[in-house]
């Protein structure tokens, strides 16, 4: 079992060849951001630091984190639901992406209650950040990506692998989604 109280990105590996671990990857970096994000409280005295700390955080939060959301819902969970057993398993299934689901909406409204005084930071205005409202929203992520590890994706990982085509499917669903987008000629 993962031990996310104290997770930081350099002290986990992770095998990116399957589609599964990809999650548990995504899980990491969010994590290891907001240990830097956590530098900030620290660093609020020292302004340039601040700047680079809240910048580099309003970046990846708005790219890293949604995106993660975004993947789990509109490929994870379907791929998940449509290999799910009828019956008990899917219902299960349905419940745990339900939550899971509602969990990401409320992190992701709790981060942007988070984002003005971010974007005050890096503005180079003095600014203060809710350390209690911060504090709460790692240790509910940290909740999030626990359940998620040892529970949900443990599951997935067991729904997918009884058909080598669904896990393959996933894996090129994610492939395909993370290739650059390339204008075609009109």
Known sequence: MTNFENMTAERY?????LPITNF???HIGILHHFDLLSELLQNLGDKEASKKIAHGALDYFHLGMT???QEEELELFP???SSALP??????VEGMIDKLTHDHRDLESSWKTLEP???AIVKGHAS???HVHFQ???KRYKAHALSEETVFLPLAEKILSRNSNHMAALGLSLHMRHLPHIPSHI
């Open 24 to 26: 548990n990857h995504c």
């Open 67 to 69: 995106a993660h959301h």
């Open 87 to 92: 019956g008990d398993e899917r219902n299960r």
């Open 79 to 81: 791929a998940i639901l």
């Open 13 to 17: 590996q992770v095998d990116t060849d």
């Open 136 to 138: 709460i929203l790692i």
């Open 117 to 119: 005084a971010l974007k």
């Open 128 to 130: 203060s950040i809710d």
